[in-house]
């Protein structure tokens, strides 16, 4: 069936530093990838997305390239900020038209330090 | 714009009794989706309605849990009798078609 495998975390990182969070799933057909970042105390919120082989999805420094001879979408930022301390997922989709349910990775805990 | 609104944002309650969570999609949204949240288990997608009727409730843990959505602005999830491994945090997110999802804020559970 379709699932999501990120790295575990926490990752931790000094202010500026780059960041990598790994992503990797298995799905049938063509699905859409998502990243959503939850704050503490808030809901998910969309962070990117890419919806066809080769896209680079980006938002507020951040990127990931839909892979799919790899079937990863890994999350990256050259310089990180205290203020980007999160918990990050990654999700897909598919069904026709995207009008399905989305499959969640597990999250991964970012905490950066000043 | 208002967002997804859910209430109540935090509930403590004794074992035993009922629990209803509020959500109201945002307007114009025709899914709307109820997850719940534990350190142990992570997200989990309960229920998922396409213009106010279920189409897949097989995250509903039992019988004790029931949602319903009697109108495009307006769903609840029950839970009766409540049981202290129902503690968790509850979002409820709304999409229109093919776009993404958005989250509330969730609600905060507590069962004693």
């Known amino acids: 069936g379709n699932s999501v495998t990120q790295m575990e975390g926490p990752v931790t990182l000094s202010e500026e530093a780059f960041l990598t969070i790994n992503c990797t799933y298995t799905a049938t057909g063509y699905p859409s990838l998502f990243w959503y970042v939850q704050y503490p105390g808030e809901g998910l919120q969309l962070l990117l997305k890419?919806?066809?082989?080769?896209d680079k999805g980006s938002n507020k420094g951040f990127e990931a390239t839909y892979r799919k001879e790899t079937t990863s979408f890994h999350l990256e930022k050259g310089s990180v900020q205290v203020s980007d301390s999160a918990v990050y997922f990654c999700?897909?989709?598919?069904?026709?038209?995207?009008?399905?349910?989305?499959?969640f990775g597990q999250g991964t805990t970012l905490q950066v330090k000043p | 714009d208002a967002g997804v609104i859910q209430s109540p944002r935090h509930e403590v309650t004794e074992m035993g009794q009922e629990v209803t969570l509020r959500c109201k999609p945002i307007s114009g949204h025709n899914s709307l989706f109820w997850y719940r949240q534990t350190m142990m288990r992570g997200l989990e997608l309960l229920i998922y309605?396409?213009?106010?009727?279920?189409?897949?409730d097989s995250g509903m843990p039992e019988d004790r849990f029931s949602a319903k959505m009697p109108n495009a602005s307006f769903s609840t999830l029950k839970i009766q009798p409540s049981e202290p491994r129902d503690s968790a945090v509850y979002f409820c997110?709304?999409?229109?078609?093919?776009?993404?999802?958005?989250f509330g804020d969730g609600t905060r559970l507590s069962i004693l």
């Open positions: 999700a897909l989709i598919t069904g026709s038209g995207n009008t399905g349910k989305l499959i």
């Open positions: 997110a709304s999409r229109k078609s093919d776009q993404p999802q958005h």
């Open positions: 890419a919806t066809k082989a080769d």
């Open positions: 309605f396409n213009n106010n009727v279920p189409i897949d």
